[in-house]
């Protein structure tokens, strides 16, 4: 063998592993259910983890352990919204699938599940105009209610252990 196709089967032999890896065809991504509840369930963590990195960043903020940036913060906050109005799609009916700590009652009490969803969006763009208007400083004191909207929700609709 010579250095050169020594050089291209070594290469080959590293990056086997990563293809057989993200096509997910018999490597440890196979076990991933790909039912539109698990697609959903997916779906609402994800958008839930990108609410929860926005609510850091605001949070920091406002409690002045992050240094202010108006723009940033009126941003995070319409990123908020936008996320709030995303959310209801993600729970869609049987989507209580492993890993979920989502409760039955999502579905069985929809209306009031979907106004809490409301709520929280309502607050996050309240959040937001007020920043627009006067900075991380005129809004600081929405930022609590924000936060209340959260525990809201799963106060009544997430299992407890988390
Ligand atoms: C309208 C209801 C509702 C609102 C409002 C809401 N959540 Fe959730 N959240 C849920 C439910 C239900 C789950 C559990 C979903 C599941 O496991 O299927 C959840 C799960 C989560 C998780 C867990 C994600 C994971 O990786 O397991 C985080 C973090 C989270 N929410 C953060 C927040 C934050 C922060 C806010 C407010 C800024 C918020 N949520 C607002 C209903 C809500």
Redesign the pocket.
């Known amino acids: 063998m010579n250095t050169r196709s020594h050089k291209l089967a070594l290469l080959g032999a590293l990056l086997l592993p990563l293809f057989v890896a993200s096509c997910g065809g018999g490597g440890g991504a196979a076990t991933e259910d790909d039912s539109p509840e698990a697609a959903a369930?997916r779906y609402?963590?994800g958008v839930?983890?990108g609410?929860?990195f926005k609510?850091a960043r605001i949070g920091g903020m406002a409690a002045g352990e992050i240094p202010a940036n108006n723009e940033q913060f009126t941003k995070d906050a319409r990123d908020?919204a936008a996320f709030?109005g995303m959310?209801p799609e993600g729970?869609i009916p049987n989507?209580?699938v492993k890993?979920?700590?989502?409760?039955p009652e999502?579905w069985t009490n929809a209306s009031d599940?979907q106004a809490?969803?409301k709520?929280?969006q309502d607050a996050a763009q309240g959040l937001a105009d007020a920043a627009a208007q006067g900075g991380v400083e005129g809004a600081k004191g929405m930022v609590r209610a924000?936060?209340d909207?959260?525990g809201?929700?799963?106060r009544t609709?997430?299992h407890k252990d988390?």
């Open positions: 369930f609402r963590d839930m983890n609410i929860s609510m908020l709030a959310l729970f989507s209580i890993g979920s700590i989502a409760l999502i599940f809490k969803a709520a929280f924000v936060r909207t959260c809201g929700c799963h609709y997430r988390q």
